[in-house]
């Protein structure tokens, strides 16, 4: 009796899993504005630019490469709504469309995210090993944003 029911839960968790695949996200990024970006905004050297692209760019702008897993639900429904939460707290892509205050919110609080190791998130380190920060990488962002944060102007 045991083996049926464990037999016919096995089934149903099968059959589920393969229901699901048909559910798969929308992999569509919005469209960039060249003028709505983060270099329309403020000068990025190119050794920021390049930290950026590695550890912060496929959560945090609209140019988001999806990893072959993003075709795996539910892993996909997961690695969306991480993308969609990262955009909503920071957009690299339209940062030029933030209020002075906003701005200088947004590049004290990357200073405080790399420094602090919450970003890049743990979960997507572990498939972007590349995307890790060396202490190096975290001093340039931090120089970086506090230089330019100091520049704004916040009324």
Sequence with gaps: MLK??????????VAALVFIQFFGID??????????????AI????????????SCNDCHSN????PWYA??????????????EARHELNLSVFNTYSAKKKAKKLEE???QVESKEMPLPSYLWLH????LSEGDVRALCDWANKERAKIVVE
Aim: glycine letters at 6%; proline letters at 8%.
């Design 63 to 66: 140019n988001t490469i999806y």
């Design 27 to 40: 992999q569509t990024n919005p469209p960039i504005v060249a003028g709505e970006t983060i270099e329309a």
């Design 4 to 13: 049926k029911v464990i037999k016919t839960l096995i089934i149903v968790v």
């Design 110 to 112: 990357i200073c405080e």
């Design 43 to 54: 000068p990025v050297p190119a050794d920021v630019s390049q930290i950026i692209g590695r």
């Design 71 to 84: 075709n795996i639900q539910p892993a996909g429904w997961f690695l969306k709504n991480h993308i969609d």
């Design 129 to 132: 090993g590349d995307a890790v």
